[in-house]
């Protein structure tokens, strides 16, 4: 009697084939317990399966930390007055600079959040945070290491880097400026540098802001490959991309290690804004 499996050529006698039978399997049982291990560590291919989506904001803010700029992460995220939970929706009220971010890092990741501008009269300032640290001691006049993708109506999607902490990152750049182009469109090396130009600006579709009218909702996301990439998209179009994210070395002032995973956060910065659909669903390599 003959099989077919995985290629292989199987013939069995006659007699005395259960037997054979077991001591063939557990012979490929063995060697395939040998071989898996080094699938698994095969490098990086770039293409990523993606999972659903799952809520960051469940209702309250149990799932999350609050850093106020002055005084640092708070002991208890219901002391304050800043960020609202509300019904499908956080309210940051016209209040002190700060962000709230989740208690655990992600690395590999697709976040996105709607965002809508309420009353007029602050900054109107606020953005998506990635790679945020959440060890910082840091309280006076800065924010902790972190991307902030700023959510400005002028220049929404830009990023800037927190001041003197970083991270750096690597991008391509339109000669003589400091807006984002692609490099297959003539964009040129371009070191988005905490110390000295913390600021990247967007490529937007048709050179035109592509935000909706004030106190519309809008959407931001953000496609977060470690410390290799970060893909900014707002409003459904591609605006921003971010590569070889490191770590500042603040004696140097050089780029470090890679910075491969950080919190993500909402950010509070003087002016009534609300949050709804902040949304999350993590990237495998």
């Not at 910082?136 to 400005?152: A, C, F, G, T």
């Not at 220049?155 to 750049?173: D, E, K, N, R």
């Not at 490099?183 to 040129?188: A, F, M, S």
Request: charged share 25%; net charge positive.
């Amino acid at each position: 009697m003959e099989t077919h499996k995985m290629g292989i050529r199987e013939t069995w006698p006659q007699r005395g084939g259960a037997m054979k039978k077991r001591l063939f399997r557990l012979l490929l049982l063995t060697v395939f317990s040998t071989i898996l291990p080094t699938f698994a560590a095969e490098p990086e291919t770039g293409k990523a399966k993606e999972g659903g989506w799952t809520s960051l904001y469940k209702g309250t803010l149990d799932d999350f930390r609050i850093y106020f700029r002055g005084q640092g992460y708070i002991a208890d995220v219901h002391d304050q007055k800043v960020f609202l939970a509300e019904p499908g929706q956080i309210h940051v009220i016209n209040g002190t600079n700060g962000l709230i971010v989740t208690k655990v890092p992600y690395s590999h990741y697709h976040v996105k959040v709607d965002y809508r501008w309420g009353e007029r009269g602050g900054s109107e300032n606020a953005g998506l945070m990635t790679h945020v640290d959440l060890e910082s001691k840091l309280v006076k006049d800065n924010r902790p290491r972190s991307i902030e993708i700023n959510m400005r109506s002028e220049s929404p999607a830009s990023i800037w880097m927190a001041s003197g902490v970083g991270p750096f990152g690597s991008s391509f750049v339109r000669a003589g400026s400091s807006n984002y182009l692609p490099q297959n469109e003539g964009g040129i090396p371009h070191l988005v540098d905490p110390f000295r130009g913390r600021t990247l600006y967007c490529n937007y579709p048709d050179g035109k802001v592509n935000a909706n009218p004030y106190g519309e909702w809008n959407t931001l996301e953000a496609i977060v490959h470690g410390a290799e990439s970060v893909e900014i998209i707002h409003n459904g179009k591609v605006v921003m991309r971010v590569y070889d994210i490191r770590q500042a070395d603040t004696e140097t002032k050089k780029p470090g290690a890679p910075l491969v995973s950080g919190g993500i956060g909402l950010q509070s910065e003087g002016q009534e804004i609300f949050y709804r659909n902040f949304l999350i669903r993590k990237l495998e390599r």
